[in-house]
């Protein structure tokens, strides 16, 4: 079985600042795929960031970019730049990977991290 | 794209009645759909996985008639709380996946349900 652990349970960073969320797995897997989720207030569950595990380079989307560790099994989110509405829950995600389809390939969510981005 | 709406989004029932919560795939076709629930400040717990036209898969503990899961569509799979009671209060989600095509692998969540028994 799989297990995420985000080991930070609330952190806070100033607007325009630099956050980094960490988020440790463990697996016996090698194929596999990591996702950060944001929980803003209204609840809605909003895609982040992906990365394949297969790929050593790290995954960016605008201001959000992982530090992606296959060795170390991390998986961190480095978000850039801090804006306002980036105050969420964020939840890292594990999900293993089927030489086939993954269309039935469960999640397995981290604790979160609560992020408080302040003026 | 990837839209995922739920209907209600808020319910309130008394204890012992039924509630159905519907969970659609907008703009596209979800062979699976997952089932969570959370608790305040808490993760998501994965419930059940929902297959279109076969049995739901449901998770250790999460009793299979209690929660009735239909995946009756490629854009609709529906949960029924049977003979809700106040601990079964929660915030219920659902997520679909892509069927077929690229990304298959990425969840795509609904707003979710606030389900309150009194």
């Known amino acids: 079985a799989q297990t995420v652990t985000q080991s930070q349970p609330e952190m806070s960073v100033q607007e325009a600042e630099t956050v980094t969320l960490s988020c440790t797995y463990d697996t016996s897997e090698n194929n596999y795929y990591l996702f950060w989720y944001k929980q803003p207030p209204s609840r809605q569950m909003i895609l982040v960031i992906r990365?394949?595990?297969?790929?050593?380079q790290n995954a960016t989307e605008n201001r959000f970019s992982v530090n992606f560790q296959k060795a170390a099994k991390s998986f961190s989110l480095k978000i850039s730049d801090s804006q306002l509405g980036d105050t969420a829950m964020y939840f890292c995600?594990?999900?293993?990977?089927?030489?086939?389809?993954?269309?039935?390939?469960?999640?397995?969510f981290g604790g979160g991290t609560r992020l408080m981005v302040k003026p | 794209g990837a839209v995922v709406s739920q209907h209600p989004s808020r319910v309130i029932c008394k204890s012992g009645t039924s509630v159905k919560i519907e969970c659609r795939s907008l703009d596209f076709q979800a062979t699976t759909m997952f089932w969570y629930r959370q608790f305040p400040k808490q993760s998501l717990m994965l419930m059940a996985t929902?297959?279109?036209?076969?049995?739901?898969?449901?998770e250790q503990g999460v009793e299979k008639d209690k929660f009735l899961i239909n995946h009756a569509s490629l854009t609709l799979s529906t949960l029924t709380v049977t003979s809700a009671h106040p601990e079964d209060s929660s915030f219920y989600i659902c997520?679909?996946?892509?069927?077929?095509?690229?990304?298959?692998?990425?969840?795509?969540f609904g707003p979710g349900t606030r389900l309150l028994v009194l």
């Open positions: 995600a594990f999900m293993k990977q089927r030489a086939n389809n993954n269309a039935g390939n469960m999640l397995t």
């Open positions: 929902s297959n279109e036209g076969s049995k739901a898969t449901y």
């Open positions: 990365q394949e595990a297969y790929k050593q």
């Open positions: 997520s679909a996946r892509l069927a077929g095509g690229r990304r298959q692998e990425t969840q795509y």
